[in-house]
């Protein structure tokens, strides 16, 4: 198949660099400018005779989205031209847009959805003369889609699908400047600029330009300026560092030169900016291009950020004691959440969230934690102590004093039956075994005391590979059509993993049956703990001088197989900012698949059958949702 080029933009700043393709023509005077469309950029595929995406897949378009209007036009020498443009919904309606991805869509799918045309690249002339064709060829295709509505009254309310973009010379800064504040206070997305005699290039084109006379960014706060004059008091500035996108995450600029400050912010903020904006919260900022120094110009602040991913720059930054003072929090907090006092297991559970924004461990300094949002005295001594001896006091008489924690590790015990055992006088697992009161315990907890040391040791990842080839083998005998993935912390490459994720795609649910049972006769799996319709839990032995292991085996459905992978992958981090991505973007996502969203609690929203979105893998949600991909690895 011929991949089509996309020319892609670069951004246009007040007082940039101009580049030695643009001296003659300067932007952006006696430029062209349209607006920017909040859609999915598409264009018309010579061979395939529908629309491709900027990745060249495919999408799937009712026939008359395209062929009602006539719109195919070739050039002299018989090759067709092919429109470049955005498929859209309308302004603030990116939600719409999931319609575009599905592989069997109904005509009504695509009543709302527009295909604005603004080019056409392989046409060997400059952009004046390439929409002057466009505008042609458009007014043509409306014409022919009258027509085709007369005899079509189905569509006798639907306007016609193809839709020139609206081009306006540059005649002055006033007026481009107007232009852009009217998109933008109509919840539009900005401007973009094109040269009026390039050719078009297929790559990121000096050519073309994105404009916003603001712009958004992230930055890290690192200290504060006091406020003088009505601020008197208050605070006056953040002074943060800016992040540097690099892709899936950012990156803290360290240049002390660099560091800047943002106003803005109202009355509210100033009086409390130490609770709600501690030091290194992130929060995104307006401006208006650099200074020669690179410092942002005119920074104002426009909200606090709670999902930016910070990677440290440096391959020699360590956070390994900050991770282990979390560590030492996370079992503090579970040991009062066990005794029923949640108002301490929470401020433990805060001064996690506080410590996960310490980005090396030589920031773990007395002073830089003070500052942070809810470590108090108490906790910024215990963070001391660790970081100092790499243990704690106070947990460890904890863990001395309190056996609840042992027996919530026992597979079916939870906190109540903690409690109820320590009231009986046990202490320890022997007490339980020695004492022959096992009929207090259900046959679940039974086996969670047999092989109590076995389920909480961690299981090497040299084993899991062991595991993986002897399931992916046998589930291959059984249906060699079908898939096997471990997923969890083992498909995040960590060097061990609590306990064994297994995910099985396959077209006969029949297959899943087979293969428990197979497993079953194979020794492989040891106890059964649950046995459900799409869901087994349980125990496996790879080899006998090895420990049980604790397994978990799930059946999914191909059309569902993108989803589950995804969520059962994890992080509980990642899963929770994607999830926060995909309501942003008008979804609801889930281990299933994926849903329109609202806010509002009373809107009826209309799920979206998979078979008919088209996803074979999960980049192609992270590709509809219009998210960076990110590799398992990095989650």
């Known amino acids: 198949m011929t991949e089509l080029g996309f020319q892609l933009a670069k951004e246009f700043t007040d007082g940039m660099k101009i580049p030695k393709c643009l001296k003659d023509l300067p932007p952006p005077l006696g430029w062209w400018m349209s607006e920017k469309y909040d859609g999915y950029r598409a264009r018309m595929h010579p061979t395939l005779g529908t629309l491709v995406t900027r990745q060249n897949k495919p999408l799937v378009v009712p026939d008359w989205f395209i062929n009602a209007t006539k719109t195919f036009k070739y050039n002299p020498d018989g090759?067709?031209?092919?429109?470049?443009?955005?498929?859209?919904?309308?302004r603030d309606n990116f939600q719409k847009m999931g319609v575009v991805r599905r592989k069997d869509p109904s005509d009504e799918d695509w009543f709302p959805i527009k295909y604005v045309v603004y080019d056409f690249p392989e046409m060997e002339c400059g952009f004046e003369k390439r929409t002057a064709a466009?505008?042609?060829?458009?007014?043509?295709?409306?014409?022919?889609?009258i027509k085709f509505q007369q005899t079509n009254p189905k569509f006798k309310d639907v306007s016609c699908p193809i839709v020139l973009c609206d081009q306006h010379k540059v005649e002055?800064?006033?007026?481009?400047?107007?232009?852009?504040?009217?998109?933008?206070?109509?919840?539009?997305?900005?401007?973009?600029?094109?040269?009026?005699?390039?050719?078009?290039?297929?790559?990121?084109?000096?050519?073309?330009?994105?404009?916003?006379?603001?712009?958004?960014?992230?930055?890290?706060?690192?200290?504060y300026?006091?406020?003088?004059?009505?601020?008197?008091?208050?605070?006056?500035?953040?002074?943060?560092?800016?992040?540097?996108?690099?892709?899936?995450?950012?990156?803290?600029?360290?240049?002390p030169e660099h560091i800047f400050a943002i106003s803005g912010m109202n009355d509210e903020i100033r009086e409390n900016y130490k609770e709600t904006?501690?030091?290194?919260?992130v929060v995104t900022y307006q401006y208006a291009g650099y200074t020669k120094a690179g410092i942002p110009r005119f920074a104002n602040y426009l909200r606090k950020r709670d999902d930016v991913v910070i990677k440290d720059k440096s391959p020699n930054k360590c956070v390994d004691v900050r991770n282990n003072i979390i560590n030492v929090f996370n079992k503090i907090s579970k040991y009062y959440k066990i005794n029923g006092d949640s108002i301490k297991s929470r401020s433990y559970l805060k001064g996690i969230e506080a410590l996960k924004l310490v980005g090396d461990d030589i920031d773990l300094t007395k002073q830089n934690i003070s500052k942070l949002k809810g470590i108090g005295p108490s906790l910024l001594g215990k963070i001391m102590e660790v970081k100092e001896t790499g243990t704690c006091e106070f947990l460890e008489k904890l863990q001395k004093d309190d056996p609840k924690e042992i027996f919530q590790k026992i597979?079916?015990?939870?906190?109540?039956?903690?409690?109820?055992?320590?009231?009986?006088?046990?202490?320890?697992?022997?007490?339980?075994?020695?004492?022959?009161?096992?009929?207090?315990?259900?046959?679940?907890?039974?086996?969670?005391?047999?092989?109590?040391?076995?389920?909480?040791?961690?299981?090497?990842?040299k084993e899991i590979e062991q595991h993986e080839q002897l399931l992916i083998d046998i589930f291959g005998s059984i249906d060699p059509d079908g898939d096997l993935t471990i997923a969890g912390s083992y498909r995040r490459g960590k060097s061990d993993s609590g306990d064994i994720d297994v995910l099985i795609k396959t077209d006969d649910i029949a297959y899943f049956k087979?293969?428990?049972?197979?497993?079953?006769?194979?020794?492989?799996?040891?106890?059964?703990?649950?046995?459900?319709?799409?869901k087994f839990m349980g125990l496996c032995n790879l080899e006998s001088d090895l420990p049980n292991r604790r397994i978990?085996?799930?059946?999914?459905?191909?059309?569902?197989?993108?989803?589950?992978?995804?969520?059962?992958?994890?992080?509980?981090?990642?899963?929770?900012?994607?999830?926060?991505?995909?309501?942003?973007?008008?979804?609801?996502?889930?281990?299933?698949?994926?849903?329109?969203?609202?806010?509002?609690?009373?809107?009826?929203?209309?799920?979206?059958?998979?078979?008919?979105?088209?996803?074979?893998?999960?980049?192609d949600i992270f590709d509809l949702l219009e998210y960076d991909y990110v590799h398992p690895t990095k989650r």
């Open 79 to 90: 090759e067709l031209l092919c429109y470049d443009g955005e498929l859209f919904a309308g």
């Open 134 to 145: 466009l505008k042609f060829f458009v007014d043509e295709a409306h014409e022919n889609w």
């Open 172 to 223: 002055s800064i006033e007026q481009m400047n107007k232009f852009y504040e009217d998109i933008i206070s109509n919840k539009g997305e900005g401007i973009m600029l094109k040269h009026p005699t390039a050719l078009c290039e297929k790559k990121r084109s000096s050519f073309l330009l994105k404009f916003k006379p603001k712009f958004d960014a992230e930055g890290v706060i690192v200290g």
């Open 225 to 255: 300026k006091d406020g003088t004059g009505k601020y008197d008091g208050m605070l006056g500035a953040f002074l943060c560092k800016p992040l540097i996108n690099a892709g899936n995450y950012q990156v803290v600029d360290d240049n």
């Open 277 to 281: 904006h501690p030091i290194n919260t």
């Open 411 to 461: 597979y079916g015990v939870g906190p109540k039956k903690a409690n109820e055992l320590v009231k009986m006088g046990f202490n320890t697992i022997d007490d339980i075994v020695k004492s022959g009161k096992l009929d207090i315990f259900n046959e679940k907890q039974l086996l969670g005391i047999k092989y109590y040391d076995d389920i909480n040791t961690r299981i090497p990842r």
């Open 514 to 534: 087979r293969f428990i049972e197979e497993l079953f006769s194979e020794g492989y799996l040891t106890e059964e703990l649950a046995n459900g319709h799409k």
């Open 552 to 619: 978990d085996i799930m059946y999914t459905k191909p059309d569902q197989y993108p989803f589950a992978i995804l969520y059962f992958t994890g992080s509980k981090e990642f899963n929770q900012k994607m999830r926060q991505h995909a309501n942003e973007k008008g979804f609801t996502l889930n281990e299933h698949g994926i849903d329109e969203y609202s806010e509002d609690p009373n809107a009826i929203c209309n799920p979206i059958d998979p078979n008919d979105i088209d996803i074979i893998d999960e980049k």
